[in-house]
């Protein structure tokens, strides 16, 4: 077992991460007037903690499969130094971990520059902004490192505690206000019901560590597929569901996308999923990895009724944040195929896809959310689908990229939404699920309808009266506009080059499942 | 049916009652109060697991103080968020806020 100092380095990076949030918050207590430090302080905190764990990556010399490090049979070797699973398994570092760590970082110092123009208007509140959003990354880093029913969940609250906060951040404001309270009531009682099956997996297998509780399901035999077993991964499935929006616990999304400020529903779309997807991913292939059948059966129920109503209800929003929401549920749906490719046939090509898949979709769509805040910030915008009509003309460049993200969305080559759908749907059929691999084909030719109507407007339809930009009071915000650029590039360059993408996201998962 | 049963069965009965007052109550505070109800029907099976099941003492009520833990920090930031509401709204009612919908 670990030493206490492999136990801190294990988690290091989210040390950074939650120190940097404790520093920002002490800080705006103390720089007065001169707020704009803070974002700068935050993102130096991302950047210095994605630091840490690429040279954490870089210094691994050897690294057993995930499965020998939770046993205790393997170690991985930082230049020398010895570090696995720390804090007596509870958390093992793996270059999953690794992957997942970089991309959140990205998702944050994304999300911080984006709310460049948001948070011009509501200086006095930048301090709370940046701390709160740092605790929601150090959670979802907690999600992907925990190997452990405990660490799972503590890591899972500390990402939604502070998300509701965010929710309702524009106090005073009836709609964020509203979006808080349903995002809190929801999300408090799918904690409860996740917190209640994971109890009952504890009940089950006797263990609360993930690799106990496989060896312990394993050696009970057919014994392990009992109602409780059952019960616990439906549960589980169910806090799962509710927090990645699947449909049928869907019903909170489009309301609090809509009523939360804009920068907090593009970092909930991307980063709140992709810190939920990487837990589970781990609970579910590491812990009832031989409770396959149980759990992919539950998922692949959620993932049909996800893409299919997800899709379908997107179709008549004329709202451009409501329908993100809509196809963001979606996605979600896309996902889901991922992980129960991984189910069906043991093999990690399906989560590979879904780590590939959460990086694509995060340029995509924190780029589509970026445009409407870069659209308001530069005139009196609704988010209506009829105000972005001609703004081909009158925002050329803002027009380019609304349309190269919401033909990314669609899935259209050469275009980074394409490989996306790709290696999913590729790995769902390899897994012998050909069948829900046409309904998901199926439903993105659906969803061309919804993105690419957007574009129509864009570039087909007249500007209505007083659509002309207008200075906003603060300025333009360049952050927004450099965030937007970079997820832009990402789309592009990642589209036309995906492949180091690719490899990182199958090294990342070389380890996962290899006992 | 063993000792662990009957206890899981309470926990079980406790959660239900704790989710239909979340589905059922209109009054946010009731929500909130009902969603204590579940997370304390989690602690109950978590102690009486370690307690009944072999080979697992420690850790069940390892967990049930985190979810007391955390129970607690749930409650404190849903008040703030019901407060807030409540300044801007004058009411706690769940059914008041429909500013949004489809």
Redesign the interface.
């Known amino acids: 077992m670990a030493d206490a100092n492999n136990s801190v380095l294990v988690i290091l990076p989210g040390i950074v991460i939650a120190c940097t949030a404790l520093l920002v918050f002490m800080a705006d207590t103390f720089v007065g007037r001169r707020k704009e430090i803070l974002p700068w302080i935050a993102a130096a905190g991302l950047v210095a903690a994605a630091a840490v764990a690429a040279a954490q990556w870089l210094d691994v010399d050897e690294l057993g499969s995930l499965w020998d490090l939770v046993t205790g049979r393997g170690s991985a070797v930082f230049g020398g130094r010895e570090g696995e699973a720390g804090f007596a398994g509870m958390v093992a570092l793996d270059k999953f971990a690794f992957y997942c760590t970089l991309l959140f970082c990205v998702i944050g110092v994304l999300t911080i520059m984006l709310s460049d123009a948001y948070m011009k208007k509501r200086r006095d509140a930048m301090g709370e902004f940046y701390g709160l959003l740092l605790l929601v990354i150090a959670g979802m880093f907690g999600m992907a490192v925990s190997t452990d ?2 660490a799972l ?2 890591a899972f ?1 500390l990402m939604s ?1 502070p998300t ?2 965010l929710a ?1 951040f524009l ?5 964020s ?6 995002y ?2 929801n999300g ?2 799918s ?3 996740l ?2 099956g ?3 997996l ?2 089950a297998s ?4 993930y690799a106990g509780i496989a060896e312990a399901m394993s050696g009970l035999g057919a014994d392990a597929e009992s109602g409780l077993t059952v019960v616990a991964l439906v549960f589980v499935a169910v806090g799962f569901g509710f927090k990645i929006a699947a449909v049928p616990f869907h019903g909170w999304a ?2 609090v996308y ?2 939360a400020p804009t920068p907090v529903t593009a970092f909930m779309s991307v980063g709140i999923k992709a810190g939920a997807f990487v837990g589970f991913l781990k609970l579910f292939t590491i812990a009832a990895v031989g409770l396959g059948d149980i759990w992919t059966a539950a998922l692949t129920v959620l993932a049909v009724l996800t893409m299919v109503v997800g899709n379908a209800l997107a179709l008549p ?1 004329r709202n451009l944040k ?1 329908m993100l929401a809509y196809s963001s549920i979606a996605h979600a749906g896309y996902l889901l195929l991922g992980l129960i490719a991984t189910g069906a046939s043991l093999d990690s090509a399906g989560s590979s896809a879904v780590l590939f898949y959460l990086g694509a979709y995060t340029f995509m769509n924190i780029g589509a959310f970026g445009i409407l805040v870069w659209i308001r910030n530069r005139r009196a915008f609704r988010y209506g689908l009829d105000e972005v009509a001609g703004l081909a003309r009158t925002m050329p460049w803002t027009a380019i990229g609304m349309a190269l993200f919401m033909v990314s969305l669609t899935g259209i080559p050469p275009l980074v939404g394409f490989w996306g759908k790709f290696y999913l749907f590729t790995a769902i059929v390899d897994a012998g699920m050909t069948w829900l691999a046409i309904v998901a084909v199926v439903m993105s030719a659906v969803s061309a309808y919804y993105y690419l109507r957007v574009v129509w407007y864009l570039y087909f339809r007249e500007a209505p009266e007083g659509a002309e930009v207008v200075a906003d009071d603060a300025g333009p915000a360049l952050g927004s506009a450099v965030a937007v650029t970079l997820a832009a590039l990402g789309v592009l360059a990642l589209g036309l080059y995906p492949s180091p993408l690719i490899s990182a996201a199958q090294g990342a998962l070389r380890v996962l499942i290899g006992g | 049916m063993n000792p662990l049963d009957w206890w899981l069965l309470l926990a079980v009965l406790l959660f239900c009652i704790g989710a239909f007052g979340v589905l059922a109550r209109r009054n946010t505070i009731l929500v909130i109060m009902s969603l204590e109800l579940m997370l304390n029907a989690v602690n109950i099976a978590l102690v009486a697991v370690a307690q009944f099941r072999a080979g697992s003492a420690g850790a069940g009520v390892l967990f049930s103080l985190f979810v007391i833990t955390v129970a607690a920090a749930e409650v404190t930031v849903g008040l703030g968020i019901v407060i807030a509401n409540y300044r801007a709204k004058r009411t706690v009612q769940a059914d008041r806020f429909d500013e949004m919908k489809g």
């Open positions: 029913l405990i969940f503590i609250e505690l509701y906060v309702g106090r005073g404001d009836v709609r206000g509203e979006a808080a309270v349903k809190f009531v408090a009682f904690s409860a019901v917190v209640f994971l109890a009952l504890y009940a006797g263990q609360t560590n489009p309301d809509e009523g929003q409501r």
